[in-house]
């Protein structure tokens, strides 16, 4: 057969069997006892086999009519599994994010507890990687890179500036009065604190700020920018740093700038990238909008 029944004969036919009662499948769909009659004899007649045998005042299944209510009911039971889910899903939808280590720690943890207070229904599943996302192949509704504006193909919104600052403790500054805005220089005998993602970074602000002989790549090195943070902290040495991860560092006393030049990268910045179809998501829409809205807020 390669036309399937059609759903109001199969739910004449579920009600039927699973009541044994013509009457009460009606009284249950709301219908009249004829219409659920005509409903079950178009399904023998389709399917040509008799599925109930009758009698004056009752029903009773043959035993095609057995089988086949059993994968009837149960066919039902998955279509309203998948509704429930469906709507479920609808109601309370999980929003999956990708981010730099660093910048989740630093910068975005600390801010979605704000999100979930305005959109309590809306979960955000956060996860870190240093490896570009693969939209097509991964299950990733967005992420946030570090890159020049992003590829055309996907939509993205910049988030907050990309600004390199040296810092330290101010334990480590008070021991070392000669380091300030007039002797740069004074780097060239401290320790350097990079970030092993981040190498070039001390290059480039030494550059940009006419530093000369002090080596960019001597010093400790860190796994992630967030480990070169802390050590920086501890009095370690002196880190370069993106300045926008360390705000609440600097606010609180934590970590200084002995420098007052501020290298900033331009479009090379942090940004929310996701596939264009993402953009017709209601929950999505939401958490964008309150993102780049915190990222606005930076001072």
């Known amino acids: 057969m390669r036309t399937l029944p059609s759903l109001n004969a199969l739910r004449a036919f579920e009600a039927s069997g699973r009541l044994l009662s013509i009457q009460l499948a009606a009284d249950e769909l709301n219908v009249t006892p004829a219409a659920v009659s005509r409903q079950i004899k178009g399904l023998e007649d389709q399917l040509g086999l008799m599925l109930f045998e009758r009698t004056h005042r009752a029903i009773t299944l043959t035993a095609y009519g057995e089988r086949y209510l059993v994968d009837v009911v149960r066919a039902f039971e998955m279509l309203r599994t998948a509704t429930v889910n469906l709507t479920e899903s609808r109601r309370r939808r999980t929003l999956k994010i990708r981010a730099y280590t660093t910048f989740s720690m630093k910068w975005l943890i600390p801010r979605l507890s704000s999100f979930h207070a305005q959109h309590p229904d809306i979960d955000v599943s956060l ?139 331009g479009s090379f910045t942090y940004y929310l990238v996701y596939p264009k179809n993402r953009e017709s998501s209601p929950e999505f829409s939401e958490f964008r909008d309150w993102l780049v809205s915190s990222g606005r807020e930076e001072p």
């Open 127 to 265: 996860t870190t990687s240093l490896q570009p996302v693969d939209f097509a192949a991964e299950d990733v509704d967005a992420a946030i890179r570090l890159s020049h504006a992003p590829s055309s193909e996907l939509g993205f919104d910049r988030l907050v500036p990309n600004e390199l600052v040296p810092v330290c403790s101010p334990a480590f500054l008070e021991a070392h009065p000669g380091l300030c805005d007039a002797t740069p220089e004074a780097l060239r005998d401290l320790t350097l604190l990079h970030s092993l993602a981040r190498r070039e970074d001390w290059a480039k602000w030494l550059t940009a700020a006419g530093v000369r002989g002090v080596n960019p790549l001597g010093g400790l090195s860190y796994e992630s920018s967030i480990l070169a943070y802390l050590a920086a902290s501890q009095g370690n040495g002196v880190a370069i740093a993106q300045r926008v991860l360390v705000m609440d560092d600097l606010e609180a006393g934590r970590l200084v700038m002995p420098f007052s030049f501020v290298l900033d990268e």
